[in-house]
């Protein structure tokens, strides 16, 4: 079968690894990838936007599954544009794709079907939206309602910064017309963790837990960032993932069916643990990046045959097996990330660390310049160790971040602490 995936990031490189061990791929392609990509499979230079040029492609090719990687082909309906070609796509379609391209649109969804998710109110107008800051208390969070590049969510320390973020998202602007609408929502306090399930509209398949470091620096200080790397499994959500399950993951089937919503895909939620149990902070309708680049060297089952029963209803028959080995994933990132940085500076030792069962170094802004491996991105390489123990996966991750990068790479010193002393 021949298969496509779509992007350019880590998630993408590890989807196309992941995929390439497959006995039923006859060929590989990526739009449009990245230098990593290009190794394992053919890039074809179509951005993830251009929904017809994708798939045009797709259909004079005969892909036989397309997976989709990121947010915004999914929310433009990428899925949708293939299906309606006879194509098979995994991933949800625009309308269940909503899920996550309209927080309020997510919201709604869990207070009807009992989901535990922060208290809230939503507004299009400031009037009202001020009037409702009167009554809260402090710290609360203000949230455009669609997709921001991450950076739609304000956590407000007073009344006077809440209606800063108000103004600037109604009346300013900012954010366009993800921001038009908006959600203000209750602070949550407790250790974050996301999970990820694939749903085949009826049935949920659970993945392991896996934990990201959003922030840029040690210790989670300074910028939000895309995901500065991520360890699994994640104990702390492992030990109570019966409670996800009945709480989060068989509620949200109910709901989809109560809605005639059809879902299918990665369902990633991420979950405050609070004291009163977990909530969901909001719904992610794709696979995390970084989370992808630890679980799918975990996957021991075979990728293709997964997304094809998530496409069919027939998760429910798949027997999948897990690598007990624990992962962790160091992301090296440019000089300046998450704000501007250069680009085309050459990488190297790559070509040392190729062929290692336990390290595995996925491409995420790389290109190839001249033959030459060179940065093209904010976050640049994710360097994936497998180990008996999370301790001891982390000691080779950082061992193998050492034999690799570029001028001014830079990382995270403290990836999976959290899960060792949990
Ligand atoms: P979101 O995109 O909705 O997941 O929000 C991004 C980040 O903002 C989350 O990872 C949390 O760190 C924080 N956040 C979002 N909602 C809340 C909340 N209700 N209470 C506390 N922190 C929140
Ligand atoms: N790692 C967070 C995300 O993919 O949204």
């Known amino acids: 079968m021949k298969i496509l995936v779509i992007g350019s990031g880590g998630r993408e490189h590890a989807l196309v690894w992941k995929l390439r061990q497959s006995p039923r791929c006859s060929a590989l392609f990526c739009a449009p990838g990245n230098a990593g990509t290009a190794a394992l499979a053919t890039n074809i230079p179509i951005p993830v936007t251009d929904l017809d040029g994708i798939a045009d492609f797709a259909q004079r090719e005969g892909i036989g599954l397309t997976v989709v990687g990121p947010d ?42 009992g989901i535990p998710t922060a208290r809230s109110g939503h507004f299009t107008r400031t009037a009202g939206a001020l009037e409702f800051l009167e009554a809260d208390t402090y ?26 973020a ?105 979950l405050m643990l609070t004291d009163s149990g977990p909530r969901v902070l909001e719904f992610n309708c794709r696979f995390g990046d970084p989370e992808t680049q630890v679980l799918l060297p975990r996957l021991r089952s075979d990728l293709v045959d997964l997304c094809e029963a998530a496409i ?18 160091v992301i090296l990132a440019s000089d300046g990330y998450p704000g501007p940085y250069e680009k085309g500076l050459p990488i190297h ?28 991105g904010g976050r640049v390489l994710g360097v994936t160790a497998l180990a008996d123990t999370l301790a001891e996966a982390r000691e080779k ?12 790479a830079r990382c995270r010193s403290d990836i999976a602490s959290k899960g060792i002393e949990a």
């Open 72 to 113: 915004d082909a999914l929310a433009g309906g990428l899925v949708d544009r293939l299906e309606a070609r006879g194509l098979r796509a995994f991933g949800p379609t625009a309308s269940a794709a909503r899920l996550e391209s309209s927080k309020i649109f997510a919201k709604e969804f869990m207070v009807r079907h």
């Open 139 to 164: 710290p609360v969070v203000v949230k455009a309602d669609g997709l921001a590049l991450g950076k739609g969510v304000v956590i407000a320390a007073d009344r006077r910064e809440a209606e800063e």
């Open 166 to 270: 108000v103004r600037d998202m109604l009346d300013g602007g900012r954010f366009g017309d993800a921001g038009r609408r908006i959600l203000i929502e209750e602070f949550l306090r407790g250790p974050e963790a996301s999970i990820h399930a694939m749903i085949d509209g009826r049935h949920v398949l659970a993945f392991p837990a896996a934990q990201d470091h959003k922030r840029a620096g040690d210790g989670d200080t300074g910028p939000n960032t895309g995901g500065m790397g991520t360890f699994s499994p994640a104990p702390r959500a492992e030990t109570i993932s019966d409670r996800i399950r009945a709480e989060i993951l068989d509620p949200f089937l109910a709901g989809l069916a109560a809605d005639g919503i059809l879902f299918r895909g990665m369902l990633f939620p991420g």
């Open 312 to 329: 069919d209803g027939t998760l429910d028959r798949v027997a999948v097996e897990w690598d007990s080995r624990a992962a962790v994933c």
């Open 349 to 376: 030792g790559l070509d040392a660390l190729a062929g290692r069962e336990d390290v595995i170094v996925f491409h995420a802004g790389t290109a190839l310049a001249d033959g030459r491996v060179v940065t093209a």
């Open 397 to 408: 991750a950082y061992a193998a971040v050492k034999e690799t990068g570029f001028a001014g």
